[in-house]
């Protein structure tokens, strides 16, 4: 066990208490950054591209993101993160946005060599992308406070070096079509994370990088490696 994440919290408002989740699936969407499907040689999906990583993968801002011995190539993908607290199925665009309990900035770690095997042999990325320690997670804030979530500044640094250096006006499929396209497959229930991919810039960790990830508005999520 590496001190999974139990809950997700909410800050409450005015001094109002917090709203508690139990972490439930990790949606996750593949190239949604233009820019990031070329540097990885992927062509620009005409729909969403979905994932999923198991709730043991998270690990709390100032934790630890361990390097698993069967990679030797382990990359950061810094992500907005949105927290569902209204459970929906076949939910409508302009209706999604109101589904959304929060926002969050996350890191969808990923294994790049055993992602590029899986590739190859037309297998699933669930080990690629499901290790523990794999879904760092900084700390929420309430929904309101982000007026538009396609308005944001997304970065991440390594030992204080930009890396990563992006906006969220970039995705591919807005936060509302995500979500929308996401409820046809899968109900989405109350602490659902939809962890919604990565601008370009990605690239491999080392044990003993401090990494920072950072969107506009949002708390910073720290995390050192081992
Ligand atoms: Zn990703």
């Given at each position: 066990?590496?001190?999974?994440?139990?809950?997700?919290?909410?800050?409450?408002?005015?001094?109002?208490?917090?709203?508690?989740?139990?972490?439930?699936?990790?949606?996750c969407?593949?190239?949604?950054?233009a820019?990031?499907?070329?540097?990885?040689?992927?062509?620009?999906?005409?729909?969403?591209?979905i994932?999923?990583?198991?709730?043991?993968?998270?690990?709390?801002?100032?934790?630890?993101?361990?390097i698993?011995?069967?990679?030797?190539d382990?990359?950061?993908?810094?992500?907005?993160?949105?927290?569902?607290?209204?459970a929906?199925?076949?939910?409508?665009?302009?209706?999604?946005?109101?589904?959304?309990?929060?926002?969050?900035?996350?890191?969808d770690?990923t294994?790049?060599?055993?992602q590029?095997?899986?590739?190859?042999?037309?297998?699933p990325?669930?080990?690629?992308?499901?290790?523990?320690?794999?879904?760092?997670?900084?700390?929420?804030?309430?929904?309101?406070?982000?007026?538009?979530?396609?308005?944001?500044?997304?970065?991440?640094?390594?030992?204080?070096?930009?890396?990563?250096?992006?906006?969220?006006?970039d995705?591919?499929?807005?936060?509302?079509?995500?979500?929308?396209?996401?409820s046809?497959?899968?109900?989405?229930?109350?602490?659902?994370l939809?962890?919604?991919?990565?601008?370009?810039?990605?690239?491999?960790?080392?044990?003993?990088?401090?990494?920072?990830?950072?969107?506009?508005?949002?708390?910073?999520?720290?995390?050192?490696?081992?």
């Open positions: 066990m590496h001190g999974m994440m139990e809950e997700c919290r909410i800050p409450g408002r005015d001094g109002g208490a917090d709203a508690v989740y139990r972490p439930g699936k990790l949606v969407i593949g190239r949604n950054y820019k990031h499907a070329a540097e990885l040689g992927n062509a620009v999906p005409t729909r969403p591209m994932f999923l990583k198991p709730a043991s993968s998270l690990v709390a801002s100032g934790g630890h993101m361990v698993p011995s069967a990679s030797a382990v990359h950061h993908e810094v992500e907005l993160v949105c927290l569902i607290g209204k929906g199925k076949d939910i409508r665009e302009d209706e999604a946005l109101d589904h959304v309990a929060g926002y969050a900035v996350g890191l770690m294994a790049r060599d055993i590029q095997q899986a590739k190859e042999k037309g297998h990325w669930s080990v690629a992308k499901g290790f523990d320690t794999f879904a760092p997670l900084g700390e929420f804030v309430p929904s309101d406070a982000v007026p538009n979530p396609q308005d944001l500044v997304i970065q991440l640094s390594i030992n204080g070096e930009i890396r990563q250096d992006g906006h969220t006006r995705m591919i499929f807005p936060l509302a079509r995500l979500i929308s396209y996401a046809s497959i899968f109900t989405l229930m109350p602490g659902d939809l962890f919604t991919g990565t601008p370009e810039g990605v690239g491999p960790v080392a044990s003993g990088d401090r990494l920072e990830a950072q969107v506009e508005g949002l708390p910073v999520l720290t995390v050192d490696v081992r």
